[in-house]
């Protein structure tokens, strides 16, 4: 165990001690290294070729390749792939012509082919053929005018070149075609980068009329206030609000318009822009529109532009609820409040009219009951927020009863019109009514009553008659029974019988001939009881056959007890 210990010991190297640990005078570092490396590299002479090609050699190698070629272009012209490629091997051998040639005979077989043109006006500018690309360019751009890759190419390499004017007049070229926005605008900054700022304003004027977007009209307003054309900006926008009109306005020219006068610290033009914007855009459309405005107010406006906002906006909201629906007349009614406690009476007065016009559909009562109650708030306004008393009855009496012929407002206008005294209006009113309905009894009751109060007893049988004209009628007894009334308040006894003879013809119920004979017991002339007897007699006979026993029987008890008042004992028998 020891001697293995000793052993090990004897194994470990000593540790070589530093004579002289100060730096070497000379350092040496690892650039230096390397660039000995690479110098030792440059001494070794490269080896020889193994294979040694003569002349004769090359030329059949390309004999064979080029009948490759040539043959797989024989097995599929339309194979453009195979074109380029021939082309790109002789154009690697700096077979220069023999490529242009290929690129030709290509064109022939599909002149159409985007990437065959790119490949063969690389080629030339790779070789630094400028009038060959020049001439393949307009050669492309004539074939393929609506191509925006060419002219893109081409104006880059004119520009390239130096050659500014040869690059504008490849532009001017281009925009006679119309391209899309994307070319305008490189048109415009290639102008910029020679510092053409009134060739771009030009160039933006051709655009906003090709293009009549409202972003390239933003754009244009843009640039003119990018250079400091403040006014130039601002008439550009004006330009642009009645190039677009109220029909086509949107939200995002308002706003960009309203951010430039609020650059130029124009705080009331700002104001109206955002305002005159709000009453002609859609709520769904001017999202940005509020929340630039609320923005604006609350850096800028007080307490009460801020209120108007959240009017405006409760507006919007209404706006569209009732455009979704225009049968929602808790909308309407909403609306109405909201326009009603702030707005001048000529806005009250359109979304009273526009609400009305609303009538409802469907027979159904809690419909007409909402759309009644908006021609009664609409009468109450005029009458006490406008104060006009004429306006109420012209407007808006006068055309909801031509828009919703109600019973109930028939009654309601002509009661007021009698409180007025107004009995002309009254019997215009009238005959409205029954134009409307000519088979409500009550009216024709109505009418004639009020023409009896008025003394015009020759209109009252006039509407009498008319009224018992119609060929259908609701309650037609009440009706007869009215006239009759009339005509013995007014003692009128022969006009009487003459109507109870009428009714007749009708009808020939026991009530009626008892009532014929009360009247001729009533009259109290000389012969009246022997006309009651005489009317009592016909009734029974006319009655002898009657089905109903029942009115039989009432009309013998009525007369019965007519000869027991009256009679002898003769004629009781």
């Known amino acids: 165990m020891a001697a293995s210990t000793v052993a090990g010991k004897q194994r470990i190297p000593k540790v070589a001690k530093v004579k002289n640990k100060a730096p070497p005078e000379v350092q040496i570092t690892a650039e230096q290294l390397l660039r000995e490396a690479k110098e030792r590299e440059l001494e070794l002479l490269p080896p020889s070729p193994q294979q040694k090609i003569t002349d004769e050699e090359l030329n059949y190698y390309k004999l064979r390749k080029r009948k490759t070629f040539e043959d797989n272009i024989r097995k599929n012209r339309t194979m453009i792939s195979n074109w380029i490629k021939y082309a790109q091997w002789e154009e690697s051998l700096k077979e220069i012509q023999r490529a242009r040639s290929i690129y030709e005979r290509a064109l022939d077989v599909d002149y159409r082919n985007i990437t065959l043109w790119l490949k063969y006006a690389e080629m030339e500018m790779k070789n630094r053929h400028v009038n060959h690309a020049r001439n393949v360019w307009d050669r492309v751009i004539t074939a393929l005018p609506r191509v925006n890759q060419f002219w893109y190419k081409y104006t880059y390499m004119e520009e390239m070149l130096g050659n500014v004017a040869g690059a504008r007049q490849v532009f001017e070229r281009?925009?006679?075609?119309?391209?899309?926005?994307?070319?305008?605008?490189?048109?415009?900054?290639?102008?910029?980068?020679?510092?053409?700022?009134?060739?771009?304003?030009?160039?933006?004027?051709?655009?906003?009329?090709?293009?009549?977007?409202?972003?390239?009209?933003?754009?244009?307003?843009?640039?003119?206030?990018?250079?400091?054309?403040?006014?130039?900006?601002?008439?550009?926008?004006?330009?642009?609000?009645?190039?677009?009109?109220?029909?086509?306005?949107?939200?995002?020219?308002?706003?960009?318009?309203?951010?430039?006068?609020?650059?130029?610290?124009?705080?009331?033009?700002?104001?109206?822009?955002?305002?005159?914007?709000?009453?002609?855009?859609?709520?769904?459309e001017a999202q940005e529109l509020f929340k630039n405005y609320t923005i604006f107010e609350k850096k800028f406006g007080d307490r009460r532009g801020i209120e108007d906002i959240i009017v405006s906006k409760r507006r919007f909201q209404y706006e569209e609820e009732v455009k979704a629906n225009p049968h929602n007349y808790d909308a309407w009614f909403d609306y109405l409040r909201l326009v009603g406690s702030d707005a001048e009476a000529e806005t009250?007065?359109?979304?009273?009219?526009?609400?009305?016009?609303?009538?409802?559909?469907?027979?159904?009562?809690?419909?007409?009951?909402?759309?009644?109650?908006?021609?009664?708030?609409?009468?109450?306004?005029?009458?006490?927020?406008a104060k006009d008393p004429e306006g109420t009855r012209q407007v808006a009496l006068g055309t909801s009863i031509g828009k919703c012929p109600k019973n109930k407002l028939f009654k309601g206008y002509i009661e007021l019109e009698l409180q007025l005294r107004e009995f002309d209006r009254c019997r215009k009113l009238y005959e409205k009514f029954l134009e409307f309905g000519p088979e409500n009894c009550t009216s024709w009751i109505k009418f004639a009553e009020l023409e009896t109060i008025l003394g015009d007893i020759e209109r009252v049988r006039a509407i009498y008659e008319l009224a018992i004209s119609q060929p259908r009628l609701d309650m037609p007894e009440a009706l007869r029974k009215s006239f009759i009334d009339f005509e013995i308040e007014q003692e009128e006894t022969e006009r009487t019988r003459n109507l109870y003879r009428r009714l007749l013809q009708r009808t020939q119920h026991a009530k009626v001939w008892i009532s014929f004979a009360q009247l001729e017991l009533s009259s109290g002339k000389g012969g009246s009881l022997p006309k009651c007897r005489q009317i009592y007699e016909e009734a029974n006979k006319t009655m002898r056959n009657c089905e109903e026993k029942e009115e039989r029987l009432m009309l013998l008890e009525s007369w019965r007890n007519f000869e027991d008042d009256f009679g002898t004992t003769a004629d009781k028998e």
């Open 174 to 284: 281009w925009m006679e075609w119309q391209p899309e926005e994307q070319a305008w605008h490189s048109y415009i900054n290639f102008e910029l980068r020679y510092k053409e700022v009134d060739r771009a304003r030009t160039i933006y004027e051709r655009l906003v009329l090709v293009h009549p977007d409202v972003k390239n009209w933003v754009k244009y307003a843009r640039f003119e206030e990018k250079h400091g054309y403040f006014a130039h900006a601002r008439k550009v926008y004006e330009r642009a609000v009645e190039f677009f009109g109220d029909e086509h306005m949107g939200e995002r020219l308002d706003v960009a318009f309203a951010k430039f006068e609020e650059n130029q610290k124009e705080s009331e033009r700002v104001r109206v822009i955002y305002k005159y914007a709000l009453d002609r855009i859609s709520k769904q």
């Open 348 to 385: 009250v007065r359109e979304v009273y009219e526009r609400a009305i016009t609303n009538v409802p559909p469907i027979q159904e009562k809690r419909h007409w009951k909402c759309y009644i109650y908006l021609w009664v708030n609409y009468a109450l306004y005029e009458e006490l927020e």
